[in-house]
């Protein structure tokens, strides 16, 4: 089975600009979660989605925002963008989410915000 | 809301064995998740614990207390490949809350 993709891998922007950042998860899983990455805050959750629903958000402006499609994919955007936004962006995808689901995560995508 | 606390940093030699411990306080528990980073990669999984006691896997175990909030994990035979981040992190309300990580370096 293919594992979770998410493109791009790698971009560069400019402070006030926005991002369309990409996720598709792994084939038959329906729960896809977003989290930011930076050396200091750690892993940050930003939201997750079950069937086109979000059912979580982390604490992020409003800034953030993402859906899911019907095929289970699913994409986030930021605009304004801001120096901090700078991040390793990941994806991670598991069977309808909860508990004791294991989170399986893709590649990321390394947003520079300059 | 959730607080965990890992070690940031550890060192060890080819060959040793490392425990990295996890703490965490947590308003409801459903398990606990260890995961591996390469720097510049995803996260892998590692292990999932649930019920107290030690669980092993090859080269790696991972124990958990439910009473005392609080796991490790027990890299043992350590091999250079194993230099990584290594993170705990415990779900709640379709998410998961991670420490901050902690970076093994592997020595020869």
């Known amino acids: 089975k293919a594992g979770v993709t998410q493109t791009p891998r790698y971009l560069i922007k400019t402070r006030g600009q926005q991002v369309t950042l990409s996720c598709s998860p792994i084939s038959g899983h329906r729960s896809v979660s977003w989290y930011q990455q930076t050396p200091g805050q750690g892993l940050q959750f930003l939201f997750e989605y079950f069937s086109e629903t979000q059912r979580n958000k982390g604490n992020f402006p409003g800034r953030f925002s993402g859906r899911q499609f019907s095929n289970s994919r699913s994409e986030m955007n930021v605009s304004t963008l801001e120096l901090g936004d700078s991040a390793l962006y990941l994806c991670?995808?598991?069977?309808?989410?909860?508990?004791?689901?294991?989170?399986?995560f893709g590649p990321g995508t390394r947003l520079l915000v300059l | 809301g959730q607080n965990i606390d890992q070690p940031t940093e550890m060192t060890a030699t080819e060959g040793a064995i490392v425990q990295i411990n996890c703490t965490y306080q947590t308003s409801g528990f459903n398990g606990l998740f260890w995961y591996q980073q390469h720097a510049g990669e995803a996260p892998t999984f590692l292990s999932y614990n649930v019920l107290d006691g030690l669980e092993e896997k090859g080269r790696f175990s991972s124990f958990l207390s439910r009473s005392k909030g609080y796991s490790y994990l027990l890299l043992k035979e350590l091999q250079m490949k194993d230099s990584a981040s290594y993170l705990c992190?415990?779900?709640?309300?379709?998410?998961?809350?991670f420490g901050a990580g902690t970076t093994v370096t592997v020595r020869a």
């Open positions: 991670a995808s598991s069977l309808a989410g909860g508990g004791a689901e294991t989170q399986y």
């Open positions: 992190a415990v779900p709640n309300d379709y998410k998961l809350s």
